[in-house]
């Protein structure tokens, strides 16, 4: 039996990381929680999670510097992201898809459509 894939939320927000842990939860996944970027890149090592939510905005290293860092090392280069952010600015959106996100949400979003893109991505890994 396959376990169930992990799922990183690296974000700063507890309102959300919780909403975010019950709805993934709830759909089988197993997740775990990173506050900040330097957190978000040891349990990046620590986990190996089959793939991560990733706010642009975070303490320590932003989100841009956490997808920067997963994108050119070897073990994480892979790894689905979806970027969440209130920045809903064109450049923003491009930028982050050109840094390596493989998808991006503009907070506010809803929870089921995030759900959705999530396993996507997972199926198209899987594949």
């Not at 959106?93 to 999530?118: C, H, N, T």
């Not at 396993?119 to 198209?124: F, P, R, V």
């Amino acid at each position: 039996m396959t376990a169930l894939p992990l799922i990183l939320i690296a974000d700063d927000e507890p309102l959300l990381t919780e909403l975010l842990e019950f709805r993934l939860g709830a759909r089988g996944y197993r997740t775990a929680i990173a506050q900040d970027g330097r957190e978000t890149l040891a349990k990046l090592e620590e986990l190996k999670p089959d793939a991560v939510v990733l706010d642009m905005m975070m303490p320590v290293y932003d989100g841009s510097e956490v997808l920067r860092r997963m994108r050119t090392s070897a073990e994480h280069a892979s790894t689905p992201v979806i970027m969440l952010s209130a920045r809903r600015g064109e450049a923003d959106v491009v930028s982050a898809l050109e840094q390596g996100a493989d998808d991006y949400l503009v907070k506010p979003f809803l929870p089921e459509e995030l759900l959705i893109r999530l396993s996507k991505l997972l199926a198209g890994r899987r594949a």
